[in-house]
Structures are given as structure tokens and as C-alpha cells.
């Protein structure tokens, strides 16, 4: 796929996180997190990459192996607060689309982030677009897991509401039943937007939704951004703790290999 003009990626890296301390500095099969996730991003349409951080370990980090980087303001409680201050920078001026990368996805793949960008700029009347990706048959425990946020949307693939439950609630099923008998979408939190559709977001006061589920995204659903949802056949593997670390390296051993393309 072609470069975007005008596109921005912009991965957040906080080195203070509370479950995973230095998170983006860990190694992972001779790369650092951060340094993955901004290799992935550059495999992608997206026109320019940069990193968005608030320490200096990273900064130099990211420096050294040859990205992009910026530093931020350390008040920033998310990673959409932070894409905005860079995106408003003098520098970025002529971009039209950015894209918040989750800096703790190091596998991720490149089409996943096409794909949302391209929803988005084919949508015109779209001012932000994520993924959704269908649980299977046999992901029972996901669907009842409350980290992994499931997501429904209308016709038009527009998200109605994202939720910790597992959306729809089958009231005539057992819960075992409801994934062979309904369709369930996990929430893939990639998120592009249009620029000053971003910066108007991250001025927006937290929503009783939001608080309620611990979701930001509903935030903009409440204050009638709609939010486009585009399908992905990618899994998504999201490092919070050192046990999601060794997991999701057991298992990219077990497909041949850290390395992921696409």
C-alpha cells in the first residue's frame, strides 16, 4: 500500500507505568518494545512515524536506533493527551490524519493500521476510525474477560457502544452458548483521526460512561463523535504486565519467530 499523504503516527511511551515499569525499554528478542512498535509503524502507509515520550531513557533510546522522537509533558493521563500535543507542534502543521499507535502492542501489524487509516480516509464524515477484530468459537474465557473490551456497530459499521461485558447479552442462552450461537467483536484499541477532530477530544472533560467502564473512547461517543469500525483478521497481543511478556513471546516462538510482517 501506498504512503498517505499527510498521515502521522504517533506512538506514546511512558517509562512510569504502574504494572510494567520501563515497559518500552524491555527487550524482546534483541529489540526493545518501543523500537518494534516503531519498525511495525514504518512498514505501514503512514507517511511520517514519530514517538511521544515524557523521559529521557526513551528519548535517547529512540534516538540512538535512528526514529523519530519528541518529548511531552509528564501530566498527560493518556496516551490520546499525548498524541495531541505532538500533533498540534509546528512541525506536523500539514498533517491531515494521525494515527495513535499503542506503544505496547510490539507485535502489531502494519495492515492493521492501513486498514483503519484507509476506512477513515475513504469515510469522509468519519472523524475517527478503530479495528475490531470477530472472536472465534473457542475464545470463551475472552469473551468473558473484562480486559478484553468487546465492541457492537450499526449497518454502516459505526460503533453503537464498547463495553467489558460481552455485548449482545443472549438473555435466552446460557453464557457457554453465546459465542456458537452469536457474533462477538473484540475491540482493538487503534485509533485513527482526523487532526483537529484529535485535538478536540483530548480537550474534553471525562464522561460518566467513561468513568463507569474505564473506557475513553465512550468519552467521544457521548459527546456525539461517531466512531468507525473497521474489521481486521489480526490478532492484537497487548504487553500491561512481565506475565503478558512471556506469553506473547511463547507464543510467536510457537508460529516461527518474533519478526511479524504484513
Known amino acids: 500500500m501506498d504512503k498517505i499523504t499527510n498521515s502521522l503516527g504517533i506512538i506514546p511511551a511512558r517509562f512510569a507505568s504502574t504494572r510494567f515499569p520501563g515497559k518500552p525499554l524491555v527487550d524482546i528478542g534483541g529489540k526493545t518494545m518501543v523500537q518494534r512498535v516503531y519498525e511495525q509503524a514504518c512498514q505501514s502507509a503512514l507517511e511520517k512515524v514519530v514517538v511521544a515520550t515524557d523521559d529521557p531513557r526513551i528519548f ?18 493518556s496516551g490520546t493527551d499525548r498524541c495531541a500535543e505532538v500533533a498540534a507542534l509546528s512541525q506536523y502543521a500539514d498533517c491531515q490524519f494521525v494515527v495513535n499507535v499503542q506503544g505496547d502492542e510490539p507485535f502489531l501489524a502494519p495492515t492493521q493500521i492501513n486498514t483503519a487509516l484507509a476506512f ?3 469515510n469522509e464524515d468519519l472523524p475517527i476510525a478503530t479495528l475490531a477484530k470477530q472472536l472465534s468459537p473457542d475464545t470463551q474465557l475472552d469473551l468473558l474477560d473484562p480486559n478484553m473490551v468487546k465492541v457492537v456497530f450499526d449497518k454502516n459499521q459505526r460503533a453503537l457502544y464498547f463495553s467489558r ?5 443472549h438473555r435466552n442462552l446460557p453464557r457457554e452458548e453465546w459465542l456458537a450461537n452469536g457474533i462477538f467483536y473484540k475491540h482493538i484499541g487503534l485509533y485513527a483521526f ?4 484529535l485535538l478536540e477530544v483530548a480537550q474534553l472533560p471525562p464522561s460518566r ?10 468519552r467521544w461517543l457521548e459527546n456525539g463523535y461517531q466512531i468507525g469500525v473497521a474489521l481486521t483478521e489480526f490478532e492484537s497481543i497487548s504487553i500491561d504486565s512481565p506475565g503478558d511478556l512471556e506469553l506473547a513471546v ?8 518474533l519478526a511479524v510482517k504484513g
Open 60 to 77: 535517547d533510546h529512540v534516538s540512538a536506533f535512528g526514529g523519530q522522537v519528541v518529548m511531552t509533558s509528564e501530566r498527560h493521563p
Open 120 to 122: 477513515l480516509v475513504k
Open 165 to 169: 461485558w460481552p455485548l449482545p447479552f
Open 194 to 197: 482526523r487532526k483537529n477532530v
Open 209 to 218: 460512561l467513561e468513568l463507569a467502564e474505564s473506557l475513553e473512547q465512550l
Open 250 to 257: 511463547r507464543q510467536l516462538v510457537r508460529r516461527g519467530g
